[in-house]
């Protein structure tokens, strides 16, 4: 079974407009980290946002809010008033704590385009 | 803060030649990974070092791929022979050692395999 999902293989969205990127996650450990990454044409993965599963608040970072819902296991980040430069590869990833070596486990990924 | 450095950015080999890839990781991250991604998907875990030894190399196909962080700094990521298949970005990142801390990436190593 797969432990990162982004049911979004692509979106168009428009400029100005708020975006929400779904992924959902599945874990039995009961700590765990949650975090967003965006990958634009250029190629380097940028960390966005990270979410701790004890963490009672929902993260922000500027334009970037992680809609984190536990009990469903979803973790769907919102970008608010999108602009152009905001069109990338987004990916979901997540750490759990009970393994070792911090691993990281990666969605598939999400194609956000900003359209003017 | 330096960032994760890669070099080279773009490499085009030809299928049975080999080929190496460098990353310097940020200043006191204990923890270097290498990518393999291949396009429209996510990235997938070579090899992960702490420090100069390895953590995980379970999924580095052992036959053709190696990698080495002889001072516990630098690595170096080598294919040898390349197959088609192999025709990837390389991906290096760093981190310090906990489950809150983030993965930062270098820019990648663009490979095509002719």
């Known amino acids: 079974a797969q432990k990162i999902t982004q049911t979004q293989p692509g979106m168009f969205v428009q400029e100005k407009e708020a975006v929400t990127l779904d992924c959902t996650y599945d874990?039995?450990?009961?700590?765990?980290?949650l975090f967003w990454y965006k990958q634009p044409s250029s190629g380097e993965m940028i960390f966005l946002i990270y979410?701790?599963?004890?963490d009672e608040q929902n993260a922000t970072e500027g334009r970037y809010s992680l809609n984190f819902q536990k009990a469903r296991k979803s973790a769907n980040l919102v970008i608010s008033a999108s602009q152009l430069g905001d069109s990338a590869m987004y990916f979901c990833?997540?750490?759990?704590?009970?393994?070792?070596?911090?691993?990281?486990?990666w969605g598939a990924g999400t194609k956000l385009i900003i359209k003017p | 803060e330096a960032g994760v450095a890669q070099s080279p950015r773009y490499k085009i080999i030809e299928k049975r030649q080999s080929v190496a890839f460098w990353c310097n990781p940020i200043?006191?991250?204990?923890?270097l990974y290498w990518y393999q991604q291949i396009l429209g998907q996510g990235p997938k875990l070579l090899i992960q070092?702490?420090?100069?030894?390895?953590?995980?190399d379970s999924q580095l196909p052992k036959d053709r791929f190696s990698a080495e962080r002889l001072k516990g700094v630098d690595s170096t990521l080598k294919i040898q022979p390349a197959k088609l298949e192999d025709s990837a970005v390389y991906l290096c990142?760093?981190?310090?050692?906990?489950?809150?801390?983030?993965?930062?990436f270098g820019p990648g190593t663009r490979l095509t395999v002719l």
């Open positions: 200043s006191g991250h204990a923890t």
């Open positions: 990833a997540m750490r759990e704590a009970k393994v070792s070596n911090y691993q990281l486990i």
């Open positions: 070092f702490q420090n100069n030894g390895v953590v995980d």
């Open positions: 990142a760093s981190s310090l050692v906990s489950r809150d801390n983030e993965q930062f």
């Open positions: 979410q701790g599963s004890y």
């Open positions: 874990t039995s450990d009961q700590s765990y980290g």
